[in-house]
């Protein structure tokens, strides 16, 4: 694979700018050949169509009052000679506009930049460019390629620099940063004209040393103060902990003094300037927690034992807390974790068993009552007024933490965790899958076995959560073979 970076004569698909000296042409018929291609080939000069050809020394008689006295051979290498070529097209370039390309460009090196990338020069300055039959990137290219032999050039750039594209972004953005703390892509694209802004949107993102702050805004490693002292007491507190625990959390970590004397940087800016500036070399991150090298953590375990310290939360403070832990929300963590330790009483609200005292063998026996066969949806429920008191009021997510954990007689299973009620309440003796359960309710059901109205009676009934299953040709399956034997 042809390397990234290469120097001007070996960039591939390039035709240097025509000697102009080549065909021993004057400067008067080159300037008069120069103002036909200019003025009637603006989109370019097809050069080898012999129709083009004709036209050419139809605009030469017209406007110049000249026959071209050269064959075709020799008045097509004259053309060349005066324009570009490009896509087999041929483009007069006048010695005004590259001279303007020149200064353009020279004036921003001159102020300390290193590179120009050939898109974003044509972008910044298309009105005018294209005015002067510069009408791509590609002839743009072919250009400052002949007005600057002693730069550097690559498929993307050109500059004073020889470097990947990883390195020549970070030197440039280094370079403008200045004594700034925080920049926006916004004020680092202001800073560098000449650099799409994409790539530095993308460079910030896979370099870690620039860190996140907040939304478009980031700072640098360089512009964190970190003293001595802290980075040792936050580096002995984290091998404590990780050694007690198998983990420990940034909110666990002394970052009191690192919090003060950067206090222009948001808590998740800190977080991975101590990460990367104390902890890296030793330690692993995933979102606030912190694992020695090699070692995993249960996130689950973790939420559980967090859980164990709370009276009451709200799903949304759980969800919170498990995005915090593995950076991404998935539900089913903070679900499992919660119903794990603690009691779900709403929607959105979780209390510790503190503050509910469930009479099992009565609530047990007042379900009996309520559940004819094996299992019943937990939709199918209503009549909450026959279980004993428990210290909160009963609803279907009560019921369903009832029987997750307390109950001796019912269990509780649904194709996953969710906030919709969806699920069955099975007695315990019952050995069924849920998938089986599934397949026996829609057998006893005679709904048609298809994909659609399978799933549409499930989810009306209560059994799944969303109007499509995963196991729905299982369950289809299932349904039929009990069909077949008559139950």
């Given at each position: 694979m042809e390397p990234e970076i290469t120097r001007a004569a070996k960039l591939p698909g390039f035709d240097l700018l025509a000697d102009t000296t080549s065909h021993g042409q004057d400067e008067a018929l080159c300037s008069k050949l120069e103002t036909i291609l200019f003025t009637h080939f603006s989109n370019g000069f097809r050069l080898h169509s012999p129709i083009e050809l004709r036209r050419f020394r139809s605009f030469a008689t017209e406007d110049m009052e000249m026959e071209i006295p050269c064959s075709d051979e020799e008045l097509r290498a004259h053309i060349l000679d005066c324009g570009i070529i490009c896509d087999e097209k041929v483009y007069a370039i006048s010695s005004g506009a590259r001279k303007s390309i020149r200064d353009t460009a020279a004036s921003y090196f001159s102020g300390g930049a290193q590179v120009i990338f050939y898109d974003e020069f044509y972008k910044k300055n298309e009105s005018w460019l294209f005015k002067e039959n510069v009408v791509s990137e590609d002839i743009l290219t072919k250009i400052v390629l002949d007005l600057f032999p002693h730069f550097f050039f690559t498929r993307t750039y050109f500059g004073t620099v020889q470097a990947s594209i990883a390195d020549v972004l970070e030197r440039e953005i280094l370079r403008v940063w200045g004594n700034d703390i925080l920049l926006t892509y916004t004020e680092l694209s202001e800073r560098l004209p000449y650099i799409p802004l994409e790539r530095i949107k993308g460079f910030l993102a896979q370099n870690h040393d620039f860190?996140?702050?907040?939304?478009?805004?980031?700072?640098?490693?360089?512009?964190?103060?970190?003293?001595?002292?802290?980075?040792?007491?936050?580096?002995?507190?984290?091998a404590e902990k990780c050694s007690i625990d198998g983990y420990t959390t940034f909110l666990e970590l002394p970052l009191e003094e690192v919090r003060a004397q950067n206090d222009t940087l948001s808590i998740s800016a800190v977080y991975s300037a101590v990460y990367r500036t104390c902890l890296q070399d030793q330690y692993d991150r995933n979102g606030k927690i912190i694992v020695r090298r090699g070692d995993t953590f249960d996130a689950v375990e973790i939420m559980k034992a967090y859980c164990r310290t709370l009276e009451q939360c709200s799903l949304k403070d759980?969800?919170?807390?498990?995005?915090?832990?593995?950076g991404e929300t998935k539900h089913q963590i903070a679900l499992k974790a919660g119903h794990?330790?603690?009691?779900r009483t709403g929607k959105d609200c979780f209390v510790a068993e503190q503050y509910v005292h469930f009479d099992v063998e009565k609530t047990d026996r007042m379900m009996d009552k309520m559940i004819p066969g094996e299992y019943l949806p937990l939709q199918s429920f209503s009549a909450f007024g026959i279980l004993p008191d428990c210290g909160q009021s009963w609803n279907l997510f009560l019921l369903e933490s009832y029987c997750r954990r307390f109950s001796q007689t019912f269990r509780f299973d649904a194709p996953a965790m969710n906030s919709k009620n969806a699920g069955a309440v099975i007695r315990r003796r019952c050995t069924m899958r849920y998938v089986e359960i599934m397949a026996d309710a829609v057998a006893a059901s005679g709904v048609p076995l298809e994909n659609s109205q399978v799933c549409a009676f499930l989810y009306k009934n209560g059994y799944i959560g969303r109007k499509t299953n995963a196991s729905v040709g299982e369950i289809i399956e299932r349904a039929r073979a009990l069909y077949e034997r008559g139950t």
């Open positions: 860190i996140w702050n907040s939304a478009e805004t980031f700072s640098h490693l360089s512009r964190v103060e970190i003293r001595a002292e802290d980075r040792e007491a936050i580096q002995a507190a984290a759980l969800l919170q807390y498990e995005k915090d832990l593995i794990a330790v603690m009691v």
